[in-house]
């Protein structure tokens, strides 16, 4: 085997409370592509930052030729033959491409003689790899798989010997992207030694020689590619957890609560995040919205609680459309029935400088039972806030903390319990049971059961496929923006797996 | 001729008008290029103005007292980048605050030091910059034309309006042809394409606030040194604004900047000229209206006449690694 052109030994990352990096090992072989896969937020950036100088891990060693090396700075890296393309370019827009070129590996106090330098290299770089790119151009007048190119272009002339290239594929049309990986193989060919990040493992099947699997800031796995299968990768990127069943009887669908026609979400910069999907959810079952993170799910969701704007498309809410302009009045479509947990309960579920019991009415707070006359019933929400406590077991049990002292599944049990007690036609609920602890739930399980079990419509995104396998009567795989299946709940996780890579889509459009 | 004489007089007075407008102006467009907002520039004059006059008074030497300026001057500039760069905090806040400090210390110095109501004493001759008369302006002073040109416009200032001028292709060549122009610049647009370049966004920010510093320094020594014999208390009267104004007319470039600030301090020279003389047509317009005519216009081409002025994309954000 090669000898190792990379190695991380031991390496932690904290950021606060949150552990991004846990004693992380990976060896990267010289002049191979090694792809490093996950989902987001398992940790994959992270660890390419300490590796480009960008952090500094709390602990651990990084080995770079096989001696010990101490990256403090991205001038550290760029001196060891290091360079990053980032996810966000690294480039100034309204700098030509020179300019971006030479910024920082200037040879000369004048700008003249950088210049005439880039621009030779920049020709002799174009004839080798069939970099092209005109060097006069200014950034933001190129097109994205250009200033990529451009990125590219910057570690080379820096003379980097290692490539780190994260997610590098998320703004580039497919066409785009098959150039890039042929870049890329001639990059090897030529020796140099490359490390891709991405969730998208049809690339990393198509491109790498070596792949290591990251989940919740660990490295699970690590494969030579040929030996392993996009349906095993799937599966260690989700990961298995130790899940109670939770027990649930027939449902009994009813009429059609909630209706998806043809929608299609682009996001802000103008990527289809949801390819006209269609769906309908009836009353009396649960379901499930199976994918990895990142393909669509968490567009979908804002779209139909009205928070995102949808390019086309209608949604239905009891037979009446709902305002798809991303201007829809959240408290009107909670008048109509339609409750919302969202993913990211902190950002957009709670005010967690609140107190518990302000939380637990939020939205809510116009609401008569909540008033009296202009002023708030301070009396009616202390006892409202109690019965939830009581009925959700929310500990500990004191309205008047702040809503930030409180667990995270304890967090989620108060934005639930605001939800489901104002007795909805049709709840959508975003990752249930992110970051809350197993007791917690099995709790919210049973409740969502209940729910349906009451002739409510529900709708679950998660990307956990033990939570969706256990809660949905159907469940919709999503892939790229699209639902690309549909499944009863006796699919198993291998089935489900390969449909959320992205296989079986792949195989029936070709 | 008389009109010919008038209009010559009133560029005169421009050039004088405009020069502390054009170096406040250039200093800001380091320190706003590199990425920070520096609405402190009226309080940095003032500081400059005010050491240049003591120094020169106590030293009796202009030179001294254009070195305290600078020097003054660049101290407060640190403060704003130990506050803005090093602990991120609001740049407006900050430059609020030294113009605060500016207004209230030179004052309270002043009159601690010389007990004249918080001015310096007037400046003698050799403590001020002098007009420097070039060779043959006297003796072509009776040719039409060309000699109130050469013997009024052009020569018969100070030294400190040649280097003001001079600036405007200097900081052009910096800005554009250094290796520190370009870095200074990308600060500007994208600090963190810069961070991951491998250059330190903090030390280039500090540098480009010096440059503001010195600028500022020389503007203020201006004002106390050349366009009067000694420092008055609030004697900035609100250019260090005229000049951001005339930076964001002048969109962020050095030589649109030098128009801008020619123009303001036309119009402020115009309306001097014309105040109390009747004009054809209007009649006699009230004094208070031509005093007031330089900051309407300036209203009115900022709101509509510039087109879309896009300042630096980072100005005013401190920059802070993401996550």
Known sequence: MAQAAIELIGINKSFGAVRANRDINLEVARGTIHGIVGENGAGKSTLMSILYGFYQADSGEIRVGGKPVAINTSNDAIALGIGMVHQHFMLVDNFTVLENVILGAENDPLLKSSIAKARSELDRLEREYGLEVDPDAVIEELPVGLQQRVEILKALYRGAEILILDEPTGVLTPAEADHLFRILKQLKDQGKTIVLITHKLREIMAITDTVSVMRQGTMVATRVTKQTTVGELAELMVGRRVLLRVEKGQSEAGAIKLSVKNLTVKDSRGVTMVDNVSFDVRGGEIVGIAGVAGNGQSELLEAISGIRHAVSGEVMLDGKPIDLTGKADPGELRDRGLAHVPEDRHHVGLVLAFEENENSILGYHDDERYLKGLFLNVDAIMADAKDKIEKYDIRPGNPRLKTANFSGGNQQKIVLAREMEQDPGVLIVGQPTRGVDVGAIEFIHKRLIAMRDQGKAVLVVSVELDEIRSLSDRILVMFAGRVVGERGPEATEGELGLLMAGVEHQEAAE | ?323
């Open chain 2, 1 to 323: 001729m008389d009109i010919f004489i008038a209009i010559v007089q009133i560029l005169d007075s421009t050039i004088r008008l405009s020069v502390p407008l054009l170096l406040a102006c250039l200093a800001g467009l380091y320190s706003e290029r590199a990425g920070v907002f520096d609405i402190g520039l009226e309080g940095k004059m003032l500081v400059g103005a005010f050491a240049g006059a003591s120094a020169a008074a106590v030293f009796h030497s202009a030179f001294i007292g254009l070195g305290m300026a600078i020097l003054m001057s660049v101290a407060f500039a640190m403060v704003h980048g130990f506050a803005s760069i090093t602990h991120r905090g609001n740049q407006i806040v900050s430059g609020v605050a030294i113009n605060f400090i500016a207004a209230g210390s030179t004052i309270m110095l002043g009159q601690a030091w010389f007990q004249q109501g918080g001015r310096t004493p007037a400046l003698q001759p050799g403590e001020r910059f002098e007009a420097i008369v070039w060779p043959g302006a006297d003796a072509v002073r009776d040719v039409p034309i060309l000699g109130p040109i050469y013997s009024e416009l052009i020569s018969g200032h100070s030294i400190l309006v040649y280097i003001a001028f001079l600036m405007v292709p200097f900081t052009w060549w910096v800005l554009y042809r250094t290796r520190f122009g370009l870095r200074m610049r990308a600060v500007g647009e994208n600090p963190a394409a810069v961070d991951t370049a491998g250059i330190s966004v903090a030390w280039l920010r500090y540098r480009a606030l010096i440059c503001t510093g010195i600028l500022t320094g020389i503007a203020g020594a201006y004002l106390s040194m050349v366009q009067n014999g000694g420092f008055v208390k609030d004697m900035t009267a609100g250019k260090g604004y005229i000049a951001l104004a005339a930076l964001i007319f002048a969109k962020w470039r050095p030589v649109n900047a030098m128009f801008a600030c020619l123009l303001f301090g036309f119009l402020d020279a115009a309306s001097i000229r014309l105040q109390g003389s009747p004009l054809p047509v209007i009649g006699k317009v009230p004094a208070q209206f031509m005093q007031a005519l330089p900051y309407v216009l300036t209203v009115i081409l900022l709101a509509g006449f510039i087109g879309k002025a896009i300042p630096p994309r980072a100005g005013g954000v401190p920059y802070v690694k993401e996550r």
